[in-house]
């Protein structure tokens, strides 16, 4: 099988769309968990089949249940936009969540946004903290915006300028475009120095 599944993959790095269509199906039909992800991408995407974000969903949700992170966290974000599914903002924290604890950076980001802002789950600001902090010390731009918003707010943590700056400035650096827009407003506004 892994001589499969490295000719699946192989044909959709090179943008063998239909071939890699037809080699991920016979492996899906074979069960085996990472092509039902990968038929998902092929179905949202609309490479080497018609667009179909409901069975794009399908495909994502069957290798969610089989444990593939990346599409736990694709599941999750399908359920938050309603995408291909029907939105399940709860539905969707479960799987951030599942997608978190086996190492998804972007599902820490997503579900302490969700803690943060009490959608599908009780409105948390410790929480939030702890998740957004854990994405942005791993380098995640919108999770240390995200933190620094909490310092600057004293969500979730005791209220620190200088580490709310902090954050921003590292979010900035790495291209957010809301933290840089912020850092220069600051920066004109003699607020800080860069």
């Known amino acids: 099988m892994q001589k499969h599944i490295k000719e699946a993959y192989d044909a959709l790095l090179a943008k063998e ?37 409901k069975k794009a969903f399908e495909n994502y949700l069957e290798a969610a249940t089989r444990e ?17 599914c029907e939105q399940n903002f709860s539905e969707a924290a479960f799987w951030y969540e599942e997608a978190a604890k086996r190492g998804n950076i ?5 579900l302490a946004a969700m803690f943060k802002e009490g959608r599908g789950v ?16 791993a380098g995640n731009a919108s999770a240390q915006f995200n933190l620094g918003a909490l310092y600057d707010m004293g969500l979730g943590c005791e209220e620190d300028k200088e580490k709310a700056i902090e954050w921003c400035r590292k979010a900035s650096f790495q291209g957010h475009q809301k933290a840089k827009e912020i850092m220069m407003r600051m920066q004109n506004d003699g607020q800080i120095v860069f």
């Open 17 to 53: 769309y239909d071939e890699a269509f037809t080699l991920y199906t016979a492996l899906a039909e074979q069960k085996e968990p990472t092509s039902f992800y990968y038929l998902g991408f092929l179905y949202f995407k609309g490479f080497g089949v018609e667009r179909d974000s």
């Open 68 to 84: 593939v992170p990346v599409a736990q966290f694709e599941t999750a974000l399908m359920l938050e936009n309603g995408e291909g």
């Open 106 to 110: 972007e599902a820490f980001n997503n």
């Open 122 to 137: 009780e409105q948390d600001y410790k929480k939030a903290y702890i998740l957004f902090k854990k994405a942005a010390i």
